[in-house]
């Protein structure tokens, strides 16, 4: 715990360590997904778009730390991209905010 700071530390949160991220699919259905937000910091760098065209890739990279059901997997897909999307959206209005 940081001494002259009145806020807790949490490990999860710390650069570098990947943390988890809840999600929704339309039908309901809740699940945790490690390492989303670097995933989408990663694509971001890369210059990727949200767009159909990358879904199956991100998919790809999600699947190496998390369980992705092959008869969900398009579900996976529209999922990713809508959420990479409201990354994208929130990273623009972060820096429209900033912008002086």
């Known amino acids: ?5 009145n806020e807790a ?3 999860c949160m710390m650069k570098g360590i ?3 991220q809840q999600v929704v699919f339309p039908d309901g259905v809740t699940i945790r997904i490690k390492g989303l937000r670097m995933l ?3 694509a971001c760098r890369e210059g990727k778009k949200p767009d159909r065209s990358i879904a199956n890739d991100l998919v ?4 190496r730390n998390n369980y992705v059901p ?3 997997r398009s579900e996976y897909e529209a999922m990713v991209l809508k959420e990479y999307r ?3 959206d929130a990273k623009e209005e972060k820096k ?3 912008t002086p």
Request: with cysteine.
């Open 70 to 72: 092959s008869e969900a």
């Open 1 to 5: 715990m940081a001494e002259d700071s």
């Open 18 to 20: 990947e943390e988890f």
């Open 9 to 11: 530390i949490c490990p």
């Open 86 to 88: 409201k990354f994208l």
């Open 40 to 42: 989408f910091e990663e």
């Open 60 to 63: 790809n990279r999600l699947s």
């Open 96 to 98: 429209v905010a900033n």
